[in-house]
């Protein structure tokens, strides 16, 4: 009987690689990479209802309740409010509350007669303000600025 050594598993080593497939390798990761980003977007478009980043743009009047609720497919990026009234109008992230928040994350407030864009990452907003005004709004799915 011949015994045959068989190679121990605990110290098995590597071959190292040659450096063109390790840089071929870093190539393919990095178009990966690339590709998962492409597909992110384009299901964030396709499945929000998207147009060229956009959620949602118009212009909505405050309900009796004392509020408009946004909502969209995919979390936004930004929300954009033009408030053309004599009123305040307080934007917040989430859906309505039975009060007006007055602080806190994803709060903003838009004076009379200004706009301001919120950065955001919510699937929801409310508009808060006086029953009957008019604001408009822009809602993208990319993350913008926000303006002061």
């Given amino acids: 009987m011949t015994l045959v050594a068989q190679p121990d598993p605990t110290s098995r080593r590597r071959r190292p690689r040659p450096p063109a497939i390790s840089e071929l390798l870093a190539q393919v990761l990095t178009e990966l990479q690339l590709m998962n980003?492409?597909?992110?977007?384009?299901?964030a478009k396709v499945g929000g209802r998207a147009v060229n980043s956009y959620l949602r743009v118009g212009s909505f009047a405050i309900n009796a309740d004392g509020y408009y609720h946004l909502h969209y497919g995919v979390a936004a990026g930004a929300v954009h409010v033009y408030n053309p009234t004599a009123h305040q109008m307080i934007v917040a992230a989430g859906g309505p509350l039975n009060y007006q928040p007055s602080i806190g994350t994803g709060v903003m407030y838009v004076a009379a007669g200004t706009e301001k864009t919120l950065p955001t990452a919510a699937h929801e907003h409310t508009v808060y303000g006086t029953p009957g005004d008019v604001f408009s709004v822009w809602v993208t799915a990319q993350r913008v600025t926000p303006t002061p």
């Fill in 37 to 43: 980003t492409n597909l992110t977007e384009m299901g």
